[in-house]
């Protein structure tokens, strides 16, 4: 059994504002349970009923959907220690996921009953619940900027949304992103070629150079935008 210092977990945006008292009895009423995940096998898969909270603590997730055609589309690039996984469902027990989390690497995650967390408020833990809205404010926002990227009507429209997504989070016109150029596609719900067809064109145009994941965008490309917009 791997061992985690459990303590560091107090960081967690799940346990903000919590003492470290606080943090060890919350801890102890949740009884987490700490479980590997091999790199690509699934840690929650759509359609089953959602009995846990994911808490990750080492490793990287993807976030994806599968279409009745069977198609998988990739919902977010990917989950950090930072995360909550399936935080949306976590205060409705039952509920039907209506996506999957598979790990992308080999992953370490403390699953937590979501029974358990009905009970916080009536054992003074209302803070934590207050955390838990905050995290799935906080996700349901990231599901509203992807929906923002897919808004684009053209292929390329959407590619200027994701990378003007990443200039905001990276501050810097150069910068590398997680995805390989399938996963890319799938993120953007286009086709791989016509995404290559599209990078090498707006290449050709002046407003970025690439090479794999690795983009520069041009000071040409950053004025399509209002630097005051909030992603």
């Excluded at 993807?62 to 930072?82: F, H, M, N, V, Y």
């Excluded at 719900?189 to 690439?210: H, I």
Aim: a neutral charge; one cysteine or more; proline letters at 3%.
């Amino acid at each position: 059994m791997r061992i985690f210092d459990e303590s560091r977990l107090i960081e967690h945006p799940l346990f903000q504002n919590l003492s470290k008292e606080q943090f060890a009895l919350v801890w102890n009423f949740l009884e987490p349970q700490m479980r590997a995940h091999p790199r690509s096998t699934l840690i929650f898969r759509q359609g089953d009923e959602a009995s846990n909270l994911g808490l990750l603590v080492e490793g990287q997730l993807r976030i994806e959907r599968t279409i009745p055609c069977g198609k998988r589309i990739l919902l977010q690039e990917e989950a950090s220690p930072d995360d909550l996984l399936c935080a949306s469902f976590a205060a409705v027990p039952g509920q039907q996921l209506t996506y999957s989390v598979r790990a992308h690497t080999d992953c370490f995650v403390y699953h937590i009953d979501c029974r358990r967390l009905l009970y916080l408020g009536e054992h003074g833990y209302s803070r934590l619940l207050l955390n838990l809205l905050t995290i799935i404010n906080s996700e349901s926002r990231s599901f509203a900027r992807r929906s923002t990227i897919l808004s684009g009507g053209s292929v390329r429209d959407r590619i200027s949304l994701y990378l003007y997504k990443q200039y905001l989070a990276h501050q810097t016109l150069n910068f590398t992103i997680s995805l390989n150029r399938e996963e890319l596609a799938s993120f953007l719900c286009v086709d791989r070629s016509a995404l290559s067809k599209e990078l090498s064109l707006m290449q050709r145009d002046g407003l970025l150079s690439y090479h794999k994941n690795e983009f520069h965008l041009s000071e040409c490309w950053l004025e399509q935008y209002d630097s005051t917009w909030a992603f």
